[in-house]
């Protein structure tokens, strides 16, 4: 079993910086794909931004400029730096990893986070 732990919400004016952090424990060999998806009220849950093991970053057009992700292997975590942060980045944002493991014979696993809050408003 995979946890995902998120740390780094919480509130800040139009135009601030928050960083959320995402550590992975547990049993497995490896992170391949990386992630931070965002939920806001009444809206389907949006991919914000992916890092694939390849390099191939992905972001959401209205993050592009603002938001990077970034990850540490060693620490088997992933980070958003967030800035310029407007009211429309409100929303609950929830890590997810793809997982690999030692027994190739399991096919990669997905997880999920708890989930934080990032509320931006004056």
């Not at 995979?2 to 928050?18: H, N, T």
Request: hydrophobic share 30%.
């Amino acid at each position: 079993q995979v946890q995902l732990v998120e740390s780094g919400g919480g509130w800040v004016q139009p135009g601030g910086s928050l960083r959320l952090s995402c550590a992975a424990s547990g049993s497995f060999a490896s992170m391949n794909t990386m992630g931070w998806y965002r939920q806001s009220p009444g809206k389907h849950r949006e991919l914000v931004a992916l890092e694939p093991s390849d390099d191939n970053i992905y972001y959401l057009e209205s993050v592009k400029g603002r938001f990077t992700i970034s990850r540490d292997n060693a620490k088997n975590t992933v980070y958003l730096q967030m800035t310029s942060l407007k009211s429309e980045d409100t929303a609950v944002y929830y890590c997810n990893a793809v997982v690999s493991y030692n027994d190739r014979d399991i096919p990669p696993g997905v997880y999920w986070g708890q989930g934080t809050q990032v509320t931006v408003s004056s």
